[in-house]
């Protein structure tokens, strides 16, 4: 027994590995940052960008990583060069991305943004390993068909999303039938009371100025039209144990309380915090323990008050359209979420408006037919199909 707690103990003080797909980005810099605050915590494995060599070396470098991976692969001498006199062993393009994820780290980040990253989670689903899932595009568009790769190969997921964070840390899974309902909580985004006129009107940088988050672009656009609420409930109806009509979405504009469970007693149970992403994303890379953060403390009383209101489906459409496609199942988040993608590129180089991003997904969830998914390639196509006819509404 001794023997065993000083085993356990040594374990605890040796640093554990962790990689990070996506590190350039916003969740990925967070990450970084929660890293070089606790040094002796974790050992950096892979890191990948797709175009930012110049943050990925200086990651690379700082970190000591043992693997940069940069996707775009017209890039590669770029970050040899960078990264030059160093012992980062370096890789490029899609198999680059299959490399990083299938190091044996202990901890995966999966925060490549869009469907891009789920060729790489996959692989590292597949190794089963304890993956922070940010990525949440990959788990909408792959569905049950990611989540049964999950358990085949007993690999974990452990969101990122500041809401599926909170749902997880009080979600009782020892009891999952007493639970009513999940409230996913929305801050409305920037234009919560803007009018639909105003919102046609909207350009891209008032749609990225997030009220209370710093995220990057496409996430930032998606909680404008509130579609990011809408690729959460497809997320936590994968990620928890419940069904469709058990998933609530309340707008709470503070972005204090991250979501809540309600039990068959009547008790509700929150998770609150500072708009920190650093919060959430420390569970994920510390878990089953909690490591110390910089992040704000929460000062209930400095706020004061709490607001929560009914989401309007008539200014944000995209709610009821990811409601939909849960439901019709199949390809229809996969047709959602590639439509979206392709809607959301469009909107920030100026080739539609604001209100167009959610019709033009619509558009394609009419237009296209709906197949059913049972393997990867099922994905791609339904995904391909998608992209190509969202690109083509003029
Ligand atoms: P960013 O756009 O800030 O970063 C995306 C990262 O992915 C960057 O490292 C980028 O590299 C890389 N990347 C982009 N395209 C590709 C590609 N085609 N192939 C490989 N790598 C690529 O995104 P966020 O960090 O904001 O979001 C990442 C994910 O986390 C998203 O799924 C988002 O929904 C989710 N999330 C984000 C939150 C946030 O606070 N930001 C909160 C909750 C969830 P490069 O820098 O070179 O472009």
Redesign the pocket.
């Known amino acids: 027994m001794a023997l065993v707690s000083a085993i356990d103990q040594m374990e605890n003080t040796l640093p554990k590995t962790i990689s990070i797909?996506?590190?350039?980005?916003?969740?990925?810099?967070?990450t970084v940052d929660l890293i070089n605050h606790a040094p002796k915590k974790f050992k950096v494995q892979a890191l990948?960008?797709?175009?930012?060599?110049d943050?990925?070396a200086k990651q690379a470098r700082q970190l000591n990583a043992r693997l940069a991976v940069?996707?775009?692969p017209n890039l590669y001498n770029d970050l040899k060069n960078a990264l030059a006199g160093t012992n980062t062993v370096v890789a490029a393009g899609?198999r680059g991305?299959i490399e990083a994820a299938a190091l044996p780290s202990e901890r995966i980040i999966?925060?490549?943004?869009?469907a891009?990253?789920l060729a790489?989670t996959l692989e590292s689903v597949r190794r089963g390993a304890t993956i922070g899932l940010?990525?949440?595009?990959?788990l909408v568009s792959a569905g049950a068909l990611f989540t049964e790769e999950v358990e085949k190969y007993g690999a974990t997921l452990l969101p990122?999303?500041?809401e599926h964070s909170a749902i997880f840390q009080v979600f009782d899974f020892k009891q999952e039938k007493k639970v009513e309902k999940i409230i996913l909580t929305a801050s409305g985004g920037p234009f919560l009371n803007f009018t639909k006129k105003q919102m046609s009107l909207a350009t891209s940088t008032e749609a990225v100025a997030h009220p209370n988050?710093?995220?990057?672009?496409?996430?930032?656009i998606?909680s404008a039209t509130m579609m990011?609420k809408g690729?959460e409930l497809i997320e936590a109806y994968h990620l928890f144990p419940v069904e469709e009509p058990q998933i609530e979405i309340l707008i709470h504009p503070q972005s204090v309380i991250h979501s809540m469970v309600e039990y068959i007693d009547g008790s509700v149970l929150a998770q609150l915090g500072t708009p920190d992403?650093r919060t959430?994303i420390a569970y994920a890379i510390s878990w089953p323990e909690r490591m110390e953060t910089p992040s704000q403390r929460l000062s209930l009383a400095e706020i004061g008050t709490l607001t929560f209101e009914t989401p309007d489906i008539d200014k944000f459409p995209s709610l009821l359209l990811a409601r939909e496609a849960l439901i019709a199942g199949g390809s229809a988040p996969t047709i959602l979420n590639a439509a979206n993608e392709i809607a959301v590129h469009k909107f920030l180089t100026g080739e539609i408006n604001f209100l167009d991003i959610a019709e033009n997904v619509d558009k394609a969830l009419q237009n296209l037919t709906i197949t059913n998914i049972n393997s990867l390639d099922d994905v791609i196509s339904a995904d391909t199909e998608a992209r190509e006819f969202a690109s083509s509404i003029l």
């Open positions: 797909l996506g590190s350039t980005g916003s969740i990925g810099c967070n990948s960008a797709n175009n930012n060599v943050l990925l940069i996707a775009n899609p991305l999966a925060a490549i943004v869009g891009a990253g790489p940010a990525n949440k595009e990959c990122v999303d500041s988050w710093k995220m990057g672009a496409k996430i930032s998606d990011n690729l992403m959430p």
